[in-house]
């Protein structure tokens, strides 16, 4: 299947620990995103990579660290997890040179601090 | 700073009424403008998106609308099915930007 995939799809963890969230794309897209969406279901970016280089870093905290080793490839990792940090995040993948733009969007995964 | 509403926040419609979802946002200046479905529990599929040259696309029963010079679109869902409850998400990307702008959604219930 050609799709954005994202593992783990749950995450429970206590406060204090350092996490990370895998996403992989094999659409062939040049351009991956992080998204968060809060409890009242409101959708926000983080950040973007184009071709492995950091794009948009949307006033996010030091402890989120985006990593693309390649330009399939973007995982989030999270250090010191704190309460609010409780929400689904989103990995999505675009096509941007020469393509329509068009954000294919992952399952998503639910991270819960205890 | 682009700000996205879409109205209404939530519709329950009997099995087979046509109905229009809407969406607005502040900053004509889009690239193109994506509507979503997003089912409880479950990721965004992309319904249909609309490049900023483009009025509208079309797909199954599915037809969205895009006014840009006035900052509209509009989601019409012909002869709704139980199937299609779910939450509806208009998202506009910016010219210049790789981001997109979600609005909060209008969670649709078609009953049966």
């Known amino acids: 299947d050609t799709a954005v995939s994202q593992t783990p799809k749950y995450l429970v963890t206590q406060m204090g620990n350092d996490k990370s969230i895998k996403c992989e794309q094999n659409l062939g897209h040049d351009t991956m995103y992080w998204y968060k969406q809060d409890s009242k279901k409101f959708l926000k970016i983080m950040f973007s990579y184009n071709n492995k280089e950091l794009i948009i870093n949307e006033t996010v905290p030091n402890r989120f660290s985006p990593k693309s080793p390649d330009k399939a490839h973007l995982n989030l990792h999270i250090n010191s997890l704190e309460l609010g940090d409780s929400a689904v995040y989103f990995c999505a993948s675009s096509q941007d040179i020469g393509g329509s733009r068009e954000q294919f969007f992952g399952p998503g995964t639910r991270l819960t601090v205890l | 700073k682009q700000e996205v509403t879409q109205i209404p926040a939530a519709l329950s419609v009997p099995e087979g009424e046509n109905l229009v979802l809407n969406c607005s946002f502040t900053?004509?200046?889009?690239?193109?403008l994506q509507w979503f479905r997003q089912d409880p529990g479950k990721g965004l599929t992309s319904l249909l998106l609309i490049q900023s040259s483009q009025r509208e696309q079309t797909s199954g029963r599915l037809n969205a609308s895009l006014d840009k010079s006035s900052g509209r679109s509009t989601l019409y869902i012909a002869a709704s099915q139980p199937g299609d409850s779910a939450t509806y998400l208009c998202?506009?990307?910016?010219?210049?930007?790789?981001?997109?702008?979600f609005g909060k959604g209008t969670k649709l219930t078609v009953n049966p």
């Open positions: 900053d004509s200046a889009i690239y193109n």
């Open positions: 998202a506009v990307r910016q010219g210049g930007s790789e981001k997109l702008v």
